[in-house]
C-alpha cells in the first residue's frame, strides 16, 4: 500500500515504523515474525533480538496473551483487552491496551496483528516533567538560602573563638565551645545542602564499578543478616557522567535501605538497558536504569510524596537531605530518580541517559 502526498509517496511499512503504537505479528506456533520501533521501545529489545522468539521469551506471563491469540486464530474474529497487566523479562510491568487482529499473507498462512497501546505512558511524561521542575525549583532555593547563612555563620564563629580568648573562666568556656561546635554542626549542614561546587568530571563510568564499591562500603556497614544481592545486565555500556556524583547518589539511595532494613533482610542491585526511552519529555536511544531494591518496611505513606523533598525524613536523626541530593545530581546528568513504595517492598529507579543525542 502507498499513500500519495502530491509528488512525494510514503510506503506502509513506513507508516508501521512510525506509528506511535506497538505493533508486534505473531505466528500460529506463538512466536515473534515482526515488530515494528514502537514496539522495541516499550520491550526495551531491538528486532532482531525478539524476532523468532517464542512468546513465553517475550512475555513472563505468557498465559494472558497465549489465550487471547488462541481465540483470534481460532475464531478469526478480533479480540480486544483492556487494562493488560504484560510482564517482561527484565521485570518490569507494562499496563497496556491490546487488540489481536487476524490476518492472512498472500501465500494463505495466518497471523495475529497485536496492537498495544500503553495507558500511563503520557501520564507518566507529564509527572516527570512536574517533578523535575518542583525539585530544580526547591534545591535552587535551598542553595541560595544556604549561600545566604554561610557567611554570617563564619562571622559567629569567629567571634565565638575570639571571646574565647578573652574569657579567662573555665566555666564561661564551655558556652563559647558549644556556639563553636554548634556553628560547625550547622555549617557541614549547609555545606552538604549546597552541594558539590565543583564542575562535574565528566569521563565514562562503568556503573557496575560504582555499585560494587557500593557494595562493599555498605556491607562492612551492614553485618551478616543484610545481603546484597546483583543482578546486572553485563550489555549495559559505560556511562558519561561524574563518578563521584554518581557514587554519592547511589550510596544515598542504598545507605537509606540499609537503614530501614535495620541490620537484616535483603537489597537487589538491578541494571537493564532500556531502548528509546523517555526522561520527562526528553527521548533517548539508549537509557540506563539503575534500580535498588529493598525488602524493608516500605516508605511511611505520609511521606512517599514528599520524600525527594529537602528536610523530609521519617528518621529521628535524619536531615532529610539524602533523596533531595541525589536527585540533584542524578538531574546534572539528564537523569531521573523514581521511587515506588509498599510494604515489603521499595524500588527507587534511576534513569539516566547513554547517549547525547535525543530525539524531541
Ligand atoms: N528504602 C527505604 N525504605 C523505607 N523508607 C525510606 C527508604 N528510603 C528513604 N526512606 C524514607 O525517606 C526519608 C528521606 O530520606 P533521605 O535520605 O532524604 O533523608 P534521611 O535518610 O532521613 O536523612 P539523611 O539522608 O540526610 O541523613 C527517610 O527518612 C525514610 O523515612
Ligand atoms: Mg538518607
New binding site residues.
Given amino acids: 500500500m502507498t499513500v500519495d502526498q502530491g509528488h512525494a509517496s510514503i510506503d506502509a511499512v513506513t507508516i508501521l515504523e512510525h506509528m506511535g503504537t506497538a505493533v508486534l505479528v505473531f505466528d500460529d506456533q506463538y512466536r515473534l515474525k515482526s515488530i515494528n520501533q514502537a514496539g522495541e521501545a516499550m520491550l526495551a529489545h531491538s528486532a532482531r533480538y525478539l524476532s523468532g522468539r517464542d512468546l513465553a521469551q517475550v512475555f513472563v506471563n505468557a498465559e494472558l496473551v497465549r489465550f487471547s491469540l488462541n481465540s483470534t486464530l481460532e475464531n478469526e474474529q478480533t479480540v480486544s483487552q483492556h487494562g493488560c497487566l504484560l510482564q517482561l523479562p527484565d521485570a518490569s510491568d507494562l499496563r497496556v491496551n491490546c487488540t489481536f487482529t487476524p490476518i492472512r499473507d498472500s501465500a494463505g498462512e495466518t497471523f495475529v496483528l497485536l496492537e498495544m497501546r500503553q495507558i500511563d505512558h503520557h501520564l507518566r511524561i507529564e509527572q516527570e516533567e512536574g517533578l523535575i521542575m518542583q525539585q530544580q525549583a526547591t534545591h535552587e532555593l535551598l542553595r541560595g538560602l544556604a549561600h545566604e547563612i554561610k557567611n554570617p555563620l563564619g562571622g559567629l564563629r569567629g567571634a565565638a573563638q575570639l571571646l574565647e580568648r578573652q574569657i579567662g573562666e573555665a566555666g564561661l568556656r564551655e558556652y563559647t565551645q558549644i556556639i563553636i561546635s554548634e556553628a560547625d554542626r550547622l555549617q557541614s549542614l549547609m555545606d552538604?545542602m549546597l552541594g558539590p561546587n565543583n564542575l562535574p568530571k565528566i569521563e565514562p563510568v562503568n556503573i557496575h564499578e560504582v555499585l560494587e564499591h557500593v557494595r562493599d562500603l555498605v556491607r562492612v556497614e551492614a553485618g551478616e543478616a543484610l545481603h546484597v544481592y546483583q543482578d546486572y545486565d553485563p550489555s549495559l555500556p559505560d556511562i558519561q557522567a561524574d563518578r563521584d556524583l554518581l557514587l554519592q547518589a547511589i550510596l544515598?539511595?542504598v545507605?537509606?535501605?540499609v537503614?530501614?532494613l535495620e541490620g537484616r533482610g535483603e537489597i537487589i542491585l538491578r541494571t537493564r538497558v532500556r531502548r528509546h526511552f523517555n526522561i520527562g519529555s526528553n527521548k533517548y536511544r539508549l537509557v540506563a536504569r539503575i534500580q535498588i531494591i529493598?525488602n524493608?518496611?516500605?516508605?511511611?505513606e505520609e511521606?512517599r510524596k514528599q520524600?525527594?523533598y529537602p528536610m523530609?525524613?521519617?528518621?529521628s536523626?535524619?536531615?532529610?537531605?539524602?533523596?533531595?541530593?541525589?536527585q540533584a545530581l542524578i538531574n546534572r546528568h539528564r537523569g531521573l530518580i523514581e521511587c515506588e513504595?509498599q510494604l515489603g517492598k521499595?524500588v527507587?529507579t534511576l534513569l539516566l541517559p547513554l547517549d547525547e543525542k535525543h530525539e524531541s
Fill in positions: 552538604r544515598n539511595i545507605r537509606n535501605a537503614q530501614a529493598d524493608g518496611p516500605g516508605i511511611p511521606l520524600i525527594f523530609i525524613t521519617g528518621r536523626e535524619g536531615t532529610g537531605l539524602g533523596l533531595s541530593i541525589a513504595s521499595t527507587f
